[in-house]
């Protein structure tokens, strides 16, 4: 179905008001193949949204938006160690965890509760509590906006990395994600070292996956705003990595800064533990917001445009990079 000049305010969690010029949703693939072959739209701007859990508007859309609501949560196959599950990219992310929890699949539970749909994971990469959907990610299917052509890649092709992936570039805006198959293993393989989550586990009889994804909801719950509540997109930036040198520059002023190395003596540092140091905790400009919990969301505090949410990530971006030398990427999309 195709609307024209439609208001994007609930398809974005951020919750900004502007309109695509058009908006097209489907649940076939062979409706997306037709409307990809009508010359008419052929030359505009196209972009591919779930949820619009990652996206920061901050001006009228003037292309097609895609929405996807392809459905259907299948177990296509199964061998002695793994479950094969294929869903729909429209289906939003946290039911299809739930489903897997209840047919005790597990694998899926660690992301519980963040937002967006099946389609997303692979694009973004989405990760929390020590797994990534790269973890779990078997296949990713989707057409190409060019020719409308069917193509399925494998988790090696995805080029996954962290809060990235080949969707992000070389595919940026090419294509249309239909379906994501899961690889999910039958042993129990449960992670749980992330130090909050172990916390909260202890409140629990039994350590299984039923339990865990409740601890991870409690936990998202504490720290994350309720997007229903208050206008967010979870993380605004990435978490930066930066080499020895600069670390050791940083400690000299900060002993105390956390940091986890990963390859090669490159350090990871929480960009809230940035943010936090330098007082934006609660912050305002205009109508937007950083939260007072987590200092890595940024909010609408009401009304704000993206505009503004913009200026506000531009703020912290000076002054992180002014006090402690690093530049912060943003994890959101800007449109
Ligand atoms: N911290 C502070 N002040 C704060 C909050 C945190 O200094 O107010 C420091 C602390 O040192 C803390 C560290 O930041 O130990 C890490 O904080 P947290 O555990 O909340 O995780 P995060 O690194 O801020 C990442 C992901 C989240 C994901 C959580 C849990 C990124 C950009 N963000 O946040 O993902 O839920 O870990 O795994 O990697 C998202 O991508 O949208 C997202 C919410």
């Given at each position: 179905m195709l609307s024209f000049n439609y208001s994007l305010k609930k398809h974005n969690t951020f919750g900004i008001d502007v309109n695509a010029k058009y908006f097209f949703t489907f649940q076939l693939i062979n409706d997306l193949q037709s409307f990809i072959k009508n010359k008419k739209y052929q030359n505009l701007q196209k972009i591919v949204i779930g949820e619009g859990s990652n996206l920061l508007f901050t001006k009228k859309f003037d292309g097609v938006v895609i929405y996807p609501q392809i459905k259907g949560i299948e177990l296509v196959r199964q061998t002695d160690d793994f479950y094969f599950i294929r869903a729909g990219a429209g289906i939003i992310w946290d039911n299809f965890v739930e489903y897997c929890v209840k047919n005790n699949w597990q694998g899926t539970e660690n992301l519980s509760l963040i937002p967006g749909t099946v389609g997303a994971t692979p694009v973004q990469n989405i990760g929390a509590y020590g797994i990534e959907a790269k973890d779990i990610i078997h296949s990713v299917e989707y057409v190409s906006l060019e020719k409308g052509e069917i193509c399925k890649i494998s988790n090696k092709d995805c080029k996954f990395e962290y809060r990235n992936s080949i969707f992000k570039n070389e595919l940026k805006d090419k294509i249309v994600v239909t379906n994501v198959t899961y690889k999910l293993n039958k042993k129990q393989l449960l992670n749980i070292d992330y130090k909050g989550i172990k916390d909260e586990l202890n409140n629990y009889k039994e350590i299984n996956i039923q339990n865990i994804r409740k601890a991870i909801?409690?936990?998202?719950?504490?720290?994350?705003?309720?997007?229903?509540?208050?206008?967010?997109?979870?993380?605004?930036?990435?978490?930066?990595?930066?080499?020895?040198?600069?670390?050791?520059?940083?400690?000299?002023?900060?002993?105390?800064?956390?940091?986890?190395?990963?390859?090669?003596?490159?350090?990871?540092?929480?960009?809230?533990?940035?943010?936090?140091?330098?007082?934006?905790?609660?912050?305002?400009?205009?109508?937007?917001?950083?939260?007072?919990?987590?200092?890595?969301?940024?909010?609408?505090?009401?009304?704000?445009?993206?505009?503004?949410?913009?200026?506000?990530?531009?703020?912290?971006?000076?002054?992180?990079?002014?006090?402690?030398?690093?530049?912060?990427?943003?994890?959101?999309?800007?449109?």
């Open positions: 909801i409690k936990v998202r719950n504490s720290k994350l705003p309720d997007v229903k509540e208050i206008g967010n997109a979870g993380s605004f930036f990435k978490n930066p990595v930066i080499d020895k040198n600069l670390l050791a520059k940083i400690k000299e002023k900060y002993p105390e800064t956390p940091n986890f190395e990963i390859a090669n003596s490159k350090y990871k540092i929480p960009a809230a533990y940035l943010i936090d140091k330098c007082n934006f905790k609660g912050y305002r400009h205009k109508n937007a917001g950083v939260f007072e919990h987590q200092p890595l969301v940024l909010i609408n505090r009401g009304n704000a445009t993206g505009q503004e949410i913009l200026e506000l990530s531009e703020i912290i971006q000076t002054k992180v990079k002014q006090v402690f030398g690093i530049a912060l990427e943003r994890e959101v999309i800007v449109e």
